[in-house]
């Protein structure tokens, strides 16, 4: 009897332990089979639009030193959602990413979620929403390691550090399997500094640092708002946490709602649009991924990354206005 009921509470363990252990086999990033890659068409008179909107804003700053190598922009407009229309300047240009990257991370872990290779639970969720609500750097390093199943320690030897680093680009291979280049999304970010492994994945003097391009960067926001990325469902609890309020609370002057393409609305004191976006800001750069629609019906992405004035906030709003009032005008 007493073996009888031994096999069966290990019966029952097993069944309860066996989805985790399914979770954990095969927990690659996997683009739906349905997915292709947009198509991607440049124009002439967008063009016109972002390199004027970028080179008077140069110009307005001239007495900032603000420099042509110090900013790039890329710009999408998704009028038609099935065409991705798009201008950019130094738009494959990389950049150290700040918390832009955290709109990569949220993207591959509602991709597993979707695939069931991660389960939802109510710290996965307060994590996920801390990373993009109010861009916690604490929260973002607990969900590259849900993503990736590594996590920060001491550092290893070079065949140990290998098999622990081929983990950790997880999300590369992902955007790499569906054409995305020149885009490096597999550290951490911090509010101080990488120690352990993580400093040796980094390559102590920064040789694998995160690296995005505006270009990448505004594709991706692209995908997200068309839903290409993934379900309705999922896609729409991704743009409810990028979903911001230019007139609504503000934390300070420098937060996601009013510190970046959001001041443009202010300043103009245009209320009748809607703003989603992913802002990063370090004590070198200065970067907003946003996706705009008007009143009067335009729907674009623009991305704006700025480096050397971290401080400088009428850089990218700027640059937005005047990328609005030449869409107005086509």
């Known amino acids: 009897m007493v073996r009888l009921f031994v096999a069966m509470l290990l019966g029952s363990l097993l069944c309860v332990l066996a989805p985790a252990q399914k979770l954990s086999k095969n927990n690659e990033v996997i683009a739906p089979k349905s997915y292709q890659a947009p198509v991607i068409t440049n124009s002439t008179d967008l063009q016109a639009i972002l ?61 597993q979620l979707e695939d069931g290779k991660i389960l939802m639970s109510p710290e996965l969720q307060r994590g996920l929403r801390d990373m993009i609500v109010d861009s916690s750097n604490e929260a973002t390093q607990y969900i590259l390691d849900v993503i990736t199943g590594t996590s920060s320690g001491a550092e290893l030897p070079q ?34 500094d990488a120690y352990g492994i993580e400093q040796q994945s980094r390559g102590y003097k920064g040789q694998n640092r995160n690296m995005l391009t505006t270009n990448a960067t505004a594709r991706l926001l692209a995908e997200i708002v068309t839903g290409r990325m ?6 729409s609890a991704m743009m409810d946490l990028m979903k911001r309020d230019p007139f609504g609370k503000a934390v300070d002057g420098d937060d996601q709602n ?3 393409t959001g001041k443009l609305f202010i300043d103009r004191d245009i209320r009748d649009v809607k703003l989603w976006s992913k ?52």
């Not at 130094?90 to 832009?100: C, F, N, Q």
């Not at 009067?296 to 623009?302: A, T």
């Open 159 to 192: 065949k140990e550090f290998d098999a622990w680093q081929y983990k950790r680009n997880r999300v590369n291979r992902w955007f790499s399997s569906m054409g995305y280049t020149n885009i490096n999304v597999n550290q951490k970010t911090f509010c101080e």
């Open 279 to 330: 802002a990063g800001w370090t004590s070198k750069t200065r970067h907003d991924a946003a996706y705009v629609e008007t009143a009067d019906g335009l729907k674009f992405v623009l991305v704006i990354f700025t480096e050397n004035h971290a401080n400088e906030r009428e850089i990218i709003p700027g640059i937005a206005g005047k990328v609005l009032d030449g869409l107005k005008k086509k």
């Open 258 to 260: 009013n510190g970046f």
């Open 51 to 111: 390199k004027k909107a970028v080179h008077d804003t140069l110009s307005a700053n001239a007495a900032k030193n603000l420099k042509p190598e110090e900013v790039a922009a890329t710009l999408i407009d998704l009028r038609d959602p099935a065409k991705f229309v798009m201008a950019e300047v130094r738009g494959e240009e990389r950049i150290y990413s700040a918390s832009v990257v955290k709109m990569y991370y949220m993207a591959a872990l509602e991709r």
């Open 230 to 235: 993934n379900t309705p469902e999922r896609t």
